[in-house]
């Protein structure tokens, strides 16, 4: 190892540590969505017809789960990707989040190769090992977070809340690279066991230049770290304590933000599991083109989020705003605007124009890096991980519900008509939320962010 250190402060001496942490992050939510989303296309060459005449290409065994079955399959990841929220931040906060991460990327790899497996069993078993590959997912993003906590100045956090957005690439590649290898070589490799390669190459990656913290990364210079821990002064402890949930619980800063971050998150997820299916099914794509297509609203949400992230970082470098001000602000494009073209698609019935509506939609949610995906940093940077740990796990619910709403309105006639009824929920799960942190959010320190100090001994009174 100290080989590899050495050799690797000869490669890297003139990249920052923290860039190095930010690419990480990027690639880690990259591979986190892949094997989250490769499902939404995979299942579309899985299941067989509905009508018995019909006749589809092969590319592999096809199974016969129906529309609530296969909503069921979908949501099983964020079952266990919910309940494992809270106490996946937890132990990022206890023991780590380079450490937590790699055994997380570890599971993942197992059970997604054992995925095609799973399948054959049944549809129990697939559901089984889809929740399984949810729980072991749900450290990611409280670690995530804790590294942004401890290694981005605050004027560089903008940028670092965009790499997250490596979530959305992810989404691309999985759709675009499992469209096509599906079609190529067959689901269970294009739709899995290539995914656990990649999967692989990240858990590497992450061994070896992820730390926990500056004053642990060995080839960090002295000059960056004493930049990094002045520019967090005393926001930031190295101190570990059990977070203050009762407190969180009775924040309405904190329980606004839980309601912003949902209506995020209903918009973020039903238009990663759903979109597939309508324009295959409504707008009538194929499969590749399909998988191409569906990938523009995340291409557009990872370019603007990049855009919205560098504007918030010069604005509070130049004190234009205050940090709330600027929260509520950016809303309006994170939220408000998003929902507003999702009530524009229920007038519209062009295809290429329905996607154009789509892709605007969540590429204005780009801004969320500076709305709901960065306040938990505002309230309590000693605590970033349990906070987005414990609003992910409600958030992370719409993962499970939307699959069932678009089955229920989709069950009996899938057609544009009900799918409007599905577009005018995500419309008002956007801008409801959005509205109520007009009143109640805050971009502020909440007091019990502070680490209680020790009593002093009577010997230290005197």
């Given at each position: 190892m100290i080989e590899i250190n050495a050799f690797l402060v000869r490669a890297f001496r003139r990249i920052p540590a923290r860039l190095n942490i930010g690419f990480m992050l990027f690639l880690g939510c990259l591979t986190t969505?892949?094997?989250?989303?490769?499902?939404?296309?995979?299942?579309?060459?899985?299941?067989?017809?509905?009508?018995?005449?019909?006749?589809?290409?092969?590319?592999?065994?096809?199974?016969?789960?129906?529309?609530?079955e296969q909503g069921?399959?979908?949501?099983?990841?964020?079952?266990?990707?919910?309940?494992?929220?809270?106490?996946?931040?937890?132990?990022?906060?206890?023991?780590?989040?380079?450490?937590?991460?790699?055994v997380s990327f570890i599971a993942i790899?197992?059970?997604?190769?054992?995925?095609?497996?799973?399948?054959a069993g049944g549809f129990v078993t697939m559901c089984v090992v889809r929740f399984l590959t949810g729980t072991v997912s749900g450290p990611h993003f409280p670690c995530y977070h804790i590294l942004i906590s401890r290694w981005a100045p605050p004027d560089e956090k903008g940028k670092f809340m965009s790499s997250l957005q490596g979530g959305a690439l992810g989404t691309i590649v999985a759709w675009q690279m499992s469209g096509f290898l599906i079609e190529a070589i067959g689901w269970p490799w294009?739709?899995?066991?290539v995914p656990a390669i990649v999967t692989i190459v990240t858990t590497l990656l992450w061994f070896v230049l992820i730390y926990d913290r500056p004053d642990t990364h060995p080839r960090i210079t002295p000059e960056e770290r004493t930049h990094i821990e002045n520019s967090l002064g005393d926001t930031v402890s190295n101190e570990k304590r059990v977070p203050p949930y009762l407190q969180m619980l009775k924040s309405v800063p904190f329980l606004t933000l839980m309601v912003l971050h949902y209506g995020n998150?209903?918009?973020?997820?039903?238009?990663?599991?759903?979109?597939?299916?309508?324009?295959?099914?409504?707008?009538?794509?194929?499969?590749?083109?399909?998988?191409?297509?569906?990938?523009?609203?995340?291409?557009?949400?990872?370019?603007?989020?990049?855009?919205?992230?560098?504007?918030?970082?010069l604005i509070k470098r130049r004190g234009w705003m205050q940090v709330t001000v600027m929260r509520k602000f950016f809303c309006i494009f994170s939220h408000i605007v998003p929902g507003l073209f999702l009530i524009g698609l229920c007038f519209v019935h062009e295809p290429y124009t329905c996607v154009a509506l789509i892709?605007?939609?969540?590429?204005?949610?780009?801004?969320?890096?500076?709305?709901?995906?960065?306040?938990?940093?505002?309230?309590?940077?000693?605590?970033a991980g349990t906070l987005y740990g414990t609003m992910n796990a409600i958030g992370t619910t719409t993962g499970f519900l939307t699959p069932l709403l678009v089955a229920h309105f989709t069950r009996y006639e899938n057609t544009f008509e009900n799918w409007r009824y599905v577009f005018m929920i995500g419309a008002g799960a956007y801008i409801a939320p959005a509205?109520?942190?007009?009143?109640?959010?805050?971009?502020?320190?909440?007091?019990?962010n502070a680490l209680p100090k020790p009593a002093k001994s009577e010997e230290e009174s005197k």
């Open positions: 969505y892949i094997v989250r989303v490769n499902i939404s296309i995979s299942i579309l060459a899985m299941v067989q017809p509905k009508n018995a005449n019909e006749t589809l290409p092969d590319f592999g065994k096809r199974y016969p789960w129906n529309a609530s069921t399959i979908i949501g099983a990841f964020f079952w266990g990707y919910s309940i494992m929220s809270i106490p996946g931040a937890y132990l990022a906060e206890r023991f780590g989040p380079k450490i937590l991460t790699m790899i197992v059970l997604t190769v054992l995925t095609p497996l799973a399948a294009g739709g899995f066991y998150l209903w918009g973020l997820y039903f238009l990663l599991t759903a979109t597939p299916k309508f324009m295959s099914e409504i707008l009538g794509f194929n499969l590749g083109t399909t998988g191409v297509l569906s990938s523009l609203p995340h291409i557009a949400r990872m370019l603007f989020s990049f855009v919205f992230g560098s504007i918030g970082d892709t605007l939609s969540l590429g204005f949610n780009g801004a969320s890096v500076l709305t709901n995906l960065q306040n938990s940093q505002d309230l309590a940077p000693n605590f509205i109520l942190y007009f009143f109640f959010g805050s971009g502020k320190v909440q007091p019990w």
